[in-house]
Structures are given as C-alpha cells and as structure tokens.
C-alpha cells in the first residue's frame, strides 16, 4: 500500500508559478516511477509528466513541456511539479501517482490549481 499526499496548489495569476509537492509513504519511495496528472471539470483525467525511479529520465505532455518541470528527492520521499509561466488552461486539480508493476496504481487526493487571468 501507498499513501501520497500533494499539496501545493492555490490561486496564481497567468504568468506566475506554483510548486506542487507529493510526499509519498507505506513503501520504498526510491523504486517507483512516479507520475503527475491533471483534470478539470468535465473533462477526463489527463497526463501533465512522469519521473523514473532515479530522476534521471523525465517526459512531460507538449502542453507543458518547458514551462513545467518534474523532479524528486528520494531521500524526503517526495515528487515536485514546478510549473511556470501559468496559463488559465493549467486550471486543474492535479493529482500524483506511483507506478507498480507498468501501471499507475496508487493516486493522491489531488490538489487544486487555479490560474487567473
């Protein structure tokens, strides 16, 4: 079992930046591929950008690439989503998750980002 918990999220205006963090319990944290996703009201869960397991390969969608950035610190359990210049359309809760055995198993609870404009 794994538990994760994001946090992070909040009101920015357009161009502004937020970072969210999910920290991660209940299994060996350092093993996993980890990923985060997004979805708004209405629409189907989509995803934003995944890490391995040692943060040495990260892969982001084309909607995010080079505004936002993936990364961890196995060492405080935790998986970061730095994301810059924002966009209304980044509005989203976005959710993280560990992948077990190819899939995505365990999710958080998700966190709200709301982007102004």
């Known amino acids: 079992q794994v538990q994760l918990v994001e946090s992070g999220g909040g009101l920015v205006q357009a161009g502004g930046s937020l970072r969210l963090s999910c920290v991660a319990s209940g299994r060996t944290f350092s093993r996993y591929d980890m990923g985060w996703f997004r979805q708004c009201p209405g629409k189907e869960r989509e995803f934003v950008a995944d890490?391995?397991?040692?943060?040495?390969?990260?892969y982001y969608a084309d909607s995010v690439k080079g505004r936002f950035t993936i990364s961890r610190d196995n060492a405080k359990n935790t998986v970061y989503l730095q994301m810059n210049i924002l966009k209304p359309d980044d509005t989203a809760v976005y959710y993280c998750?560990?992948?077990?055995?190819?899939?995505?198993?365990?999710w958080g609870q998700g966190t709200q980002v709301t982007v102004s404009s």
């Open positions: 890490i391995n397991w040692s943060g040495s390969s990260t």
């Open positions: 998750a560990v992948v077990v055995r190819g899939a995505y198993a365990y």
